[in-house]
Structure formats: C-alpha cells, structure tokens
C-alpha cells in the first residue's frame, strides 16, 4: 500500500482529478452514492440532449428524420460504430450499434460457428452470463448437437477465477468455435484475450469476446489482436440508457461473410431501398444488422459516447484501477475482521471495472447499503458488486461509502433483512 486509505487523501485525490468535471454533466441522486455503473450507467445531460434531439426530429420532421435529422437514422447505427470503434480498438467499418447483446451473440455465432467434420463443438466457460450459455445452447440444437456433448464449459479452479490454461488445454480439434467473457461479471477477472486469440487462431479455431463488463472501463486492441468478432451491451459502463442498442464488432478479414441472420438492415445503404429479393450485404460489420434500428435507444448513446472519446479511454482506465484500489484498501483496512473478502484479482492487469466484496450475509447486506443510499448490485450467492465510475463517482464517495458499510456491520443493520436477494438483483 502506498498510502493509508483516509478521508484526507480521498479528498486531494479529487482535487488532482482530471476527470472530476464530468461529474456535473451526469444526473447523481441526491444522498445517494451510486455505485452500480456496471449494470445501468447514469443518465448524462449530453445523453438526453441527443435523446431529446431525435424526439424532436421525430416531432418536426416525421419520415425525413431517416435522411435530414439532427442525427439521421438511417445511418446512425453505423456512424455509433464508428464513434465506439476507438474503445473498443477497432477501425471504424469493424463496429456497428445494433441490436441486443445476446441478440448479437445469436448473429454472430450463426455466421461464424461452421461445424465441420470432426470440428463440431463451442467452448466456454462455467463461470460465465447465463443468457450467453442459452444462446449457445440453443445454436447448437439449431444444428442437431446435443448441447450436453457439444458446448465444453471450461471449469473454474475456485468458482471465481478462469485460469488461461486451462482454457487453452480445453482448445482440443473438436471445437469450432470459442465464446469467452472479455471480463467476468462476478469476479471482474479480465481474461488475456491477446493470448487467447493466440492459441485459439494456431489451432484453427475462430473466437470472440462478451465485451459487456469491459466495454467503456477498460481499453481494448480487437483488431491489432485479431479478434474474430466481439459484442457488448450498452447501458452498462458506457451509460446509453436502460435496453440501450448493443455493440458488434467484426474483424474486416471476416468482410463478406454471410450473415446467419440476414435481414434488409444488413444491406449495402445504396443497395437496401431497391427492394429485390437478393441481398446485397454491406462489405462491413454494418451487414450484421437485421432490422430498423431502434433510434430513441441509440440516440443517448450520440452524447454519450462523445463524452468518453473527449476524456478518452485511458484516462478513464486509469482513474478507474485507483478508484477500485482505493476502494479495496480502504475495505481492508475499515472492515477488517467482518468477514468480508475481496473475490477480484489485485492485478491491475487482471482486474475490471467493479469490485467483487465477497460474504456470507451479502443479500442482507445490499438491502441495508440501499436503505443507507448506496447503491450496489447483489449476485448469487454471495457477492457485492461495487463499480466505482470513473466519469461520475469520486474517491469521496468510496471513503463515505466504506464508512457506511461499517456502521452497517458494526450495528448489524443488515439483520433486519432477509438473506435471499431481490427478484431484479
Ligand atoms: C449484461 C450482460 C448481458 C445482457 O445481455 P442483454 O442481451 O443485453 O440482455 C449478457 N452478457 C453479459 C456478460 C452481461 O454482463
């Protein structure tokens, strides 16, 4: 530890922050430290003013909002691509805003996973967001595989942690394909998905990444790697909003492949409005579209995403592995002795955007924290998610928070609680 986790230094950290104007430009609850960034970012006033702008197009210029709007519709989802692309590492033409996570996943697993001869399998792992593992599941049926043979989940030394070898050691010739977190959503774990990309690619096999958890908290270099393709919410750490449009991101080596899922929205621009009944995909990631973009939920992601190019990803990682530091250190040393424990790796290599505070009384203890004017998120059966923001939460709020979830503890507040967790967690 270089420094004793106090209020002082939690206070001159601020004062040195570069990031700390962006503050102002998000909507903070009053009394309320919001610690919850990981799973809906707050509302930013840049983010409602592109909103508001799309409405009022819709208002003032019904059908030609498509062409002459503030931000014209018709390519909106490409012109986010290419404002995402910076984040994500990618050039411009690899990255387009469409449809839903998992919705992406289905796309991109029916245009990449091309079962062949002895190659027939999908590796994950255990540890990973059920909705992914469904997707696959249910991929796999679509070809005729049993999903009890044919999807590996790779197995978790500690249920918290995956071990990079063990992943590759699970790389065996029956698998065409591999699906992996970029970054854990208990344990905020970042897998090395350079090195995985890597093996995966001198064993012949495509991969991607589940960029969900990573997107808008860490940078990433998708094409200088040769990652395949990728796919990521954004409403998570990049603040578009709750059931904002998702992130695709395709490697441009992958150009011209069909897309499994075609749908007119796919088509070259100049080629979509002549309406004949062979399609002539973009020659970008733009060709993985299906349908009309839904505009009121892309439209936040205008403001906001330009906000995160202007304080620049770097900057942001970097406020961000202090932010989870200070906030460690600070649980280590306020609320030691309470049974709590810090389930993420310490490595700033190797550790996300969120800490994963581990105990037994976890469910309880997230009521008490809401019911104090915190705000965390549970995830079975026994983690506190904590995602201290770069853009919006300051080193202050870390101390006050910790301080909190002391008096909580010392005062066993969470006992008036049940131990069973919320039906939204
Ligand atoms: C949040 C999250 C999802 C959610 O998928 P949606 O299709 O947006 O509901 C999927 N995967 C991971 C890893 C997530 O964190």
């Given at each position: 530890?270089?420094?004793?986790?106090?209020?002082?230094?939690?206070l001159?950290?601020?004062?040195?922050?570069?990031?700390?104007?962006?503050?102002?430009?998000?909507?903070?609850?009053?009394?309320?430290?919001y610690?919850?960034?990981?799973?809906?970012?707050?509302?930013s006033?840049?983010?409602?003013?592109?909103l508001?702008e799309?409405?009022?197009?819709?208002?003032?210029l019904?059908?030609?909002?498509?062409m002459?709007?503030?931000?014209?519709?018709?390519?909106?989802?490409?012109?986010?691509?290419?404002?995402?692309a910076?984040?994500?590492?990618?050039?411009?033409?690899?990255?387009?805003?469409?449809?839903?996570?998992t919705?992406?996943?289905?796309?991109?697993?029916?245009?990449?996973?091309?079962?062949?001869?002895?190659r027939?399998?999908?590796?994950?792992d255990?540890?990973?967001?059920?909705?992914?593992?469904?997707a696959?599941q249910s991929q796999?049926?679509?070809?005729?595989?049993?999903p009890?043979?044919?999807?590996?989940?790779?197995?978790s030394?500690?249920?918290r942690?995956?071990?990079?070898?063990?992943?590759?050691?699970?790389m065996?010739?029956?698998?065409?394909?591999?699906?992996?977190?970029?970054?854990?959503?208990?344990?905020?774990?970042?897998?090395d998905?350079k090195?995985?990309t890597?093996?995966?690619?001198d064993r012949?096999?495509?991969?991607?990444?589940?960029a969900?958890h990573?997107?808008?908290?860490?940078?990433?270099?998708?094409?200088?790697?040769?990652v395949?393709?990728?796919?990521?919410?954004?409403?998570?750490h990049?603040?578009?909003?709750?059931g904002?449009?998702?992130?695709?991101?395709?490697?441009?080596k992958?150009?011209?492949?069909?897309?499994?899922?075609?749908?007119?929205?796919?088509?070259?621009?100049?080629?979509?409005?002549d309406?004949?009944?062979?399609?002539?995909?973009a020659?970008?990631?733009?060709?993985?579209?299906?349908g009309?973009p839904?505009?009121?939920?892309l439209?936040p992601?205008i403001?906001?995403?330009?906000?995160?190019?202007?304080?620049?990803?770097?900057?942001?990682?970097?406020?961000s592995?202090r932010?989870?530091k200070?906030?460690?250190?600070?649980i280590?040393?306020?609320?030691?002795g309470?049974d709590?424990?810090?389930?993420?790796?310490?490595?700033?290599?190797?550790?996300?955007?969120?800490?994963?505070?581990?105990?037994?009384?976890?469910?309880?203890?997230?009521?008490?924290?809401?019911?104090n004017?915190?705000?965390p998120?549970?995830?079975?059966?026994?983690?506190?998610?904590?995602?201290?923001?770069?853009?919006?939460?300051?080193?202050?709020?870390?101390?006050n928070?910790?301080?909190?979830?002391?008096k909580?503890?010392?005062e066993?507040?969470?006992?008036k609680?049940?131990?069973?967790?919320?039906?939204?967690?």
């Amino acid at each position: 530890m270089l420094f004793e986790p106090t209020l002082e230094v939690a206070l001159k950290f601020d004062e040195s922050d570069t990031l700390a104007k962006y503050r102002n430009e998000f909507y903070m609850r009053k009394d309320s430290i919001y610690l919850d960034g990981n799973s809906l970012g707050l509302l930013s006033k840049r983010a409602e003013k592109s909103l508001l702008e799309s409405l009022q197009d819709w208002k003032t210029l019904g059908i030609d909002g498509w062409m002459e709007g503030t931000h014209p519709w018709f390519n909106l989802s490409e012109k986010l691509g290419e404002m995402c692309a910076p984040l994500v590492g990618a050039s411009p033409e690899e990255v387009i805003v469409s449809g839903s996570t998992t919705v992406n996943l289905h796309q991109l697993v029916a245009t990449f996973y091309q079962p062949e001869g002895e190659r027939t399998k999908i590796l994950a792992d255990e540890l990973t967001f059920p909705s992914d593992i469904y997707a696959l599941q249910s991929q796999l049926k679509l070809h005729g595989f049993d999903p009890l043979t044919h999807l590996i989940q790779v197995k978790s030394r500690d249920g918290r942690l995956l071990d990079e070898e063990d992943i590759v050691a699970a790389m065996t010739d029956e698998i065409a394909l591999i699906v992996l977190p970029s970054v854990l959503y208990r344990s905020g774990q970042i897998l090395d998905m350079k090195r995985l990309t890597k093996e995966a690619h001198d064993r012949g096999i495509l991969i991607g990444f589940d960029a969900c958890h990573s997107v808008g908290a860490i940078p990433h270099r998708f094409s200088e790697w040769g990652v395949d393709f990728a796919f990521w919410c954004n409403y998570k750490h990049l603040n578009g909003g709750p059931g904002s449009v998702g992130g695709l991101y395709v490697n441009r080596k992958h150009f011209g492949t069909a897309p499994g899922l075609a749908g007119w929205f796919g088509s070259r621009k100049d080629k979509q409005f002549d309406m004949v009944h062979t399609m002539t995909a973009a020659d970008t990631a733009g060709a993985y579209q299906i349908g009309t973009p839904h505009v009121l939920s892309l439209a936040p992601l205008i403001g906001s995403f330009e906000m995160f190019n202007e304080a620049g990803i770097g900057n942001i990682r970097e406020k961000s592995l202090r932010l989870t530091k200070f906030l460690v250190d600070s649980i280590e040393q306020e609320l030691n002795g309470m049974d709590f424990n810090i389930g993420n790796p310490r490595d700033d290599e190797r550790r996300g955007g969120h800490v994963s505070l581990e105990h037994e009384e976890a469910a309880r203890i997230c009521k008490a924290l809401k019911e104090n004017g915190i705000v965390p998120d549970f995830r079975a059966p026994n983690i506190i998610r904590l995602a201290p923001v770069a853009l919006y939460t300051s080193f202050e709020d870390v101390w006050n928070a910790v301080q909190i979830l002391k008096k909580i503890m010392v005062e066993k507040q969470y006992e008036k609680f049940s131990n069973e967790r919320e039906v939204v967690a």
